[in-house]
């Protein structure tokens, strides 16, 4: 795909005195916050009771300085304590020693070690899979801020890997690690040029986005983005696992997504975006599907070459106290119906939900489904997935309602009961599509025996000093539990960690 000469060349454009020495295309570098990052879910908390505004609407990560820029504008005089005492916190966690107005050279290290027990291995606690167990993990993030320019690196160890049934990577060691994040960024005035790997979420930030998630672990990937804080074109590439087709040959495969967001005002944001999973045995990634300007569908139309197309939508808008919330993905809606290989069952997915704050809880509902053949094709190399990890959703044929609340308390204890419906079918993106002759009798949602979930559970995050704690347990009870018809199964699903965190900061000289 030639990313480091693009790569680099952008990097020098952005970087050189042409760009950086004008008033008006000044930038000062600034890393992501990630979604992990323990801060995300006090964040996430004060934008709910619009103690700040979000940074950066049906987009994740924040990036730092976006963070620091509202955190610092927040009017706390209309907060309690406990939620003043947290703003505080994080902006003196991320803001560091380094000035607002800081333009030399910076270096930042950011370590943590954790102990943690859990009755399950998978991150998604509500599809629990994997043994009980007992883990420790560490890490140290590394940063360098030049100018417009971000360096980071964050490696780190988890035994839970071993463990999890979506890590694909190195499970026959006493230890496994990766990097969580490692990325070359530069940004100014109206637009950014991103390589590396950092967990991403297109959408409402209540769930995992339709198309782009962090579902699957960070992977690599070429990302672009241009415009103002109203009106925005992002995109963003990266080559999969290779895969095989329905003939057994091996494929190379790429994932490309483009989006356009637009804020016509500060209560109300829309994205539209399509995605392409391109694939083929000799395959390299055509500059057509490239061009961040291109409309893949059309370009699948004009040069007749094979290639998953799909399309998708995204909003939030507020009325006085309440934030409404959508998403939908159209996968594979057939307008044609000149033969029968034009009748297979609707490919979908959606997302509605509402959330508001009630003397100072947050309180959100959204309900979701994906249909029955969502993320998959004939063409098994154009799956939606990267290692079989899906790049949206992680499963297929399923609906879901939720309803969750958060409450801060003091000192820095965050707590979120939720009550989950869950109802899964037997289709799952990872089998074969079903052939033609079998379309008039596939189901476009619930296929075979609904497995049917209801989860009762709390979370909880505290902070204090180097500190933090973190924990989620429930109850699940299950009817047809492993899709056999009248079995049941009542379930403790449990986890929680002890983490230890510092940071070290300087100029760099």
């Given amino acids: 795909m030639r990313y480091p000469s693009a790569l680099l060349t952008a990097i020098w454009l952005l970087s050189s005195p042409l760009l950086t020495n004008g008033a008006t295309l000044r930038a000062q570098a600034s890393p992501y916050v990630p979604v992990t990052h323990w801060a995300t879910p006090y964040l996430e908390y004060l934008i709910a009771r619009r103690a700040i505004r979000d940074p950066s609407p049906l987009r994740r990560p924040f990036v730092q300085a976006d963070v620091i820029h509202e955190l610092a504008a927040a009017d706390t005089t209309r907060l309690d304590g406990a939620a003043r005492r947290m703003v505080r916190i994080i902006l003196e966690e991320l803001r560091g020693k380094r000035s607002a107005t800081e333009s030399k050279p910076w270096v930042r290290l950011d370590g943590d070690v954790a102990a943690s027990g859990a009755s399950q291995a998978r991150r998604d606690p509500l599809r629990s899979e994997g043994p009980g167990h007992a883990t ?72 995992e986005g339709l198309i782009v998630s962090p579902s699957p672990y960070s992977y690599d990937h070429l990302a672009l983005s241009f415009g103002t804080r109203r009106l925005q074109l992002e995109g963003m590439e990266t080559q999969l696992d290779d895969g095989t087709d329905a003939t057994g040959a091996s494929n190379h495969r790429f994932f490309v997504a483009h989006r356009l967001l637009w804020r016509p005002s500060d209560a109300t944001a829309l994205g539209a975006w399509e995605g392409e999973i391109a694939a083929g045995p000799n395959r390299l990634l055509e500059p057509w599907f490239t061009n961040i300007l291109n409309l893949g569908l059309l370009v699948e139309y004009d040069r007749s070459v094979s290639v998953n197309s799909l399309l998708g939508m995204d909003f939030e808008t507020r009325f006085q106290r309440v934030k409404l919330f959508g998403q939908v993905l159209l996968d594979d809606i057939q307008v044609d119906r000149a033969s029968p290989a034009d009748s297979e069952p609707a490919s979908y997915g959606l997302t509605l939900g509402a959330e508001t704050a009630v003397h100072g ?24 997935a990267s290692r079989a990890v899906g790049l949206g959703r992680n499963f297929s044929d399923y609906d879901q309602l939720t309803l969750r609340a958060q409450v801060l308390t003091g000192p820095g204890l965050l707590l979120a009961p939720e009550a989950t419906v869950l109802r899964q079918g037997e289709g799952d993106f990872r089998k074969p599509y079903p052939p033609v002759a079998a379309y008039g009798t596939t189901p476009t949602l619930f296929a075979g025996v609904v497995e049917r979930t209801a989860r009762l559970a709390l979370g909880a995050t505290w902070q204090q000093g180097h500190w933090g704690l973190s924990g989620n347990g429930g109850v699940h009870f299950i009817h047809n539990a492993g899709h056999v018809s009248g079995a049941s199964d009542t379930q403790w699903v449990g986890g929680i960690t002890l983490a230890f965190r510092f940071h070290v900061e300087g100029e760099l000289r």
Wanted: zero cysteines.
């Fill in 136 to 207: 420790a993990a560490g890490g140290l993030a590394a940063q360098a801020l030049l100018g417009p320019v971000t360096l980071l690196a964050h490696p780190y160890f988890d035994t839970r890997l071993k463990f999890d049934p979506d890590y694909h990577g190195k499970k026959d060691r006493v230890i496994a690690g990766r990097n969580a994040e490692a990325y070359i960024d530069a940004r100014w005035k109206f637009g950014e040029v991103f390589f590396g790997s950092v967990d991403r979420n297109w959408g409402p930030p209540q769930l």
């Fill in 361 to 384: 809880a947050v309180v959100t509902a959204f309900y979701t489904q994906v249909a029955n053949l969502t993320y998959r094709t004939p063409n098994p190399a154009e799956m939606v």
